[in-house]
């Protein structure tokens, strides 16, 4: 079968690899149907995640039909549609049954990371009753792929930690789509004001058709005098950090309100300095999370009655062997005023 390969930081091709085979009889085969590039692939190729080895196929994301079910999963069978959930979860450990399937004891976060992933021909699931999601009949399978990753993440990692609540002022910094996502579902919760940050113009632009009430240009604009003239000099109930460098994470610092919220979203590569000096008598609370993808049901349902459109953020659609453009475009998003990009048979 054909591959998107990793070949250490900078490094990648597109290349025969043996088809992916059962190898536990609680694994499924999907044929990938539909894919996508994360930021976090990024990330990847920028190196900073150096657990990941030359030879790894990348990707976390997308919709697929069963090729073939190991004889103990029993919730799928050959020719079903299933959404791959990044998170690969047994359903059964300490941290699967407290709904922490990010941290599963056989699973977690391993697709295109320490396992091979999605951006292949096929690719092998582990857990597969627990870790695959059957698509409703009729759906538009474009708006799911959006439900393996940058939905319950955005959610998750970002309104939910953040505790975004009716009425207050939320900042989401990183205007990606996982900022985006959490753009989206932070409306679940009806916030006053919800500031997008970020240095591309077009994301931000977008952003406002989202919901965005406010945008700021953080590479043309002081956005710690924005918000404060935005908030009467408070700050944000909630921000969201949605990039993963050092300067976004410190932006958060300086924009949180008294008793507020700073949700990191973002996969950091290198170390963030925690100003305690300005934030120890603040009431603040830090959280992080790496997706557990507890919310993805929910989150389906959410899509299916358009409540939230999240195939609006698909911007450029290639053929799976064009996946070394669909990264060039989105490593370029600004440049090719790239959101998702869709990467199909
Ligand atoms: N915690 C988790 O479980 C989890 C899951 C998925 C993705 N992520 C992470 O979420 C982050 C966002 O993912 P994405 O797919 O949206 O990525 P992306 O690369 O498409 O988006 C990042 C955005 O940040 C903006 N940006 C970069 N530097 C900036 C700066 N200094 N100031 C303001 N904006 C800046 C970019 O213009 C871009 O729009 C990444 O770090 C990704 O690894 C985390
Ligand atoms: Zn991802
Ligand atoms: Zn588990």
């Known amino acids: ?21 059962l190898k536990e009889t609680t694994d499924a085969v999907v044929k990938i149907l539909k894919t996508t590039i994360c930021g976090t692939d990024l990330h990847i190729m920028k190196g900073d995640l150096p657990e990941v080895t030359d030879g790894r196929i990348l990707g976390h994301e997308g919709v697929g039909v069963i090729e073939e079910a190991g004889s103990s999963v ?25 709904g922490m399937y990010s941290h599963c004891e056989k699973g977690g976060w391993i697709l295109g990371h320490m396992i091979d992933g999605t951006q292949a021909e096929y690719v092998r699931i582990p857990y597969a009753d627990n870790s695959l999601y ?49 753009l989206l579902t932070a409306q ?11 240095q591309d113009d077009n994301r931000l632009e977008v952003a406002k058709t989202f919901g965005a009430t406010h945008i700021i240009n953080s590479a043309k604009e002081n956005v710690q005098i924005k918000v404060m003239g935005l908030t009467d000099g408070k700050g944000v109930d909630t921000a969201i950090e949605a990039v993963g460098v050092p300067a976004t994470f410190e932006l958060c610092e300086e924009i949180i ?18 100003h305690l000096e300005t934030l120890w008598d603040r009431n603040i609370s830090i959280t992080t999370r790496l997706v557990d993808t507890v919310t993805t049901p929910m989150l389906l349902k959410t899509v299916q ?24 475009t989105f490593e370029h998003a600004a440049k090719e005023k790239a959101l998702k990009v869709l990467i199909e048979i």
């Not at 549609?81 to 047994?90: D, G, K, R």
């Not at 538009?140 to 939910?160: A, N």
């Not at 679940?188 to 970020?198: G, K, L, N, R, S």
């Not at 009655?305 to 060039?328: N, V």
């Open 74 to 98: 029993s919730n799928f069978k050959k020719g079903d549609h299933v959404i791959i959930s990044c998170v690969t979860s047994c359903g059964k450990c300490e941290y699967c049954r407290k």
């Open 134 to 182: 059957p698509v409703p009949a009729g759906s538009d399978e474009e708006s799911l792929v959006m439900l393996s990753d940058i939905l319950p993440t955005g959610f998750e990692c970002g309104v939910l930690n953040g505790q975004v609540k009716p009425g207050d002022i939320i900042a989401i910094v990183g205007a990606g789509p996982v900022g985006m996502a959490a």
């Open 257 to 274: 309100a008294a008793g507020g919220h700073i949700a990191n979203v973002g996969v950091h590569g290198k170390s963030v300095t925690l």
């Open 1 to 21: 079968m054909k591959a998107l390969v990793y070949h250490g930081p900078g490094k990648k091709s597109w290349e025969e690899k043996p088809k992916s085979e």
């Open 305 to 328: 009655s358009k409540k939230i459109e999240p195939e609006k953020l698909i911007t450029h659609r290639f053929k799976l062997d064009q996946i070394i453009e669909a990264y060039d």
């Open 188 to 198: 679940f919760y009806t916030p006053a004001e919800i500031i997008v940050i970020d």
